[in-house]
């Protein structure tokens, strides 16, 4: 059974940083790519990043831009999420997902194949 274990949240003021981690573990599972989803207190859930591991290419939603950076360690099956200049907007609960399709729209929900459980990301004002 293939894992994702996100860490890393907490509370923070508006304008400081975080950083999440999600760690793969379990299971022989082709990873191509890997995101970061989130859904805010009364909003739909949300594509936030994406990296694909053979090309090293990202992607990001318009309001990230500029302020969150997604990396990965291979060796480590770890995927990582640097978050800056953090607004009140930015609080969610921030997932981690794992995608087995070797080419895809990777801002869709539906072309991930394993999520982790969430954590809380809370940017106070």
């Known amino acids: 059974q293939v894992q994702l274990v996100e860490s890393g949240g907490g509370l923070v003021q508006a304008g400081g940083s975080l950083t999440l981690s999600c760690a793969a573990s379990?299971?022989?599972?082709?990873?191509?790519?890997m995101g970061w989803f989130r859904q805010a207190p009364g909003k739909e859930h949300e594509f936030v990043a994406a990296i694909t591991w053979s090309g090293g290419n990202t992607y990001y939603t318009d309001s990230v831009t500029g302020r969150f950076t997604i990396s990965g360690d291979n060796a480590k099956s770890t995927v990582y999420l640097q978050m800056s200049s953090l607004k009140p907007e930015d609080t969610a609960v921030y997932y981690c997902a794992a995608s087995g399709f070797r080419y895809a729209d990777y801002r869709r929900r539906d072309k991930y194949n394993y999520w982790g459980r969430g954590t809380q990301v809370t940017v106070s004002s």
């Open positions: 379990g299971g022989t599972f082709s990873r191509y790519a």
